[in-house]
């Protein structure tokens, strides 16, 4: 198994991304791939924009584990 694929494995939404990263990112503990952390930056930025969770209509765009990355950090 290569270095990529070993380190793929510490984020939790790597099997679904074609092809693996080869750059992770650190959020809150958390080793992400490069499209989980943006999401979650996102995410989290439109929660502190609107001072509450999302709506439904924007909390489908996301990830349930964006969303759950988010809602342990949004007193950060």
């Known amino acids: ?6 380190k793929a494995k510490e984020c939790k939404c790597c099997g679904k991304h074609v092809p693996l990263p080869t750059v992770l990112k650190e959020y809150n503990g ?18 502190k924009a609107a001072g509450h969770r ?3 209509n924007i909390r489908k765009h996301f990830s349930e ?4 990355i988010v809602e342990g950090s949004v007193n950060d």
């Open 30 to 47: 958390l080793v992400l791939c490069p499209t989980t952390f943006s999401n979650v930056i996102e995410y989290k930025r439109i929660w």
């Open 54 to 56: 999302p709506m439904g």
């Open 65 to 68: 584990y964006v969303q759950q």
């Open 1 to 6: 198994m290569s270095t990529y694929q070993e």
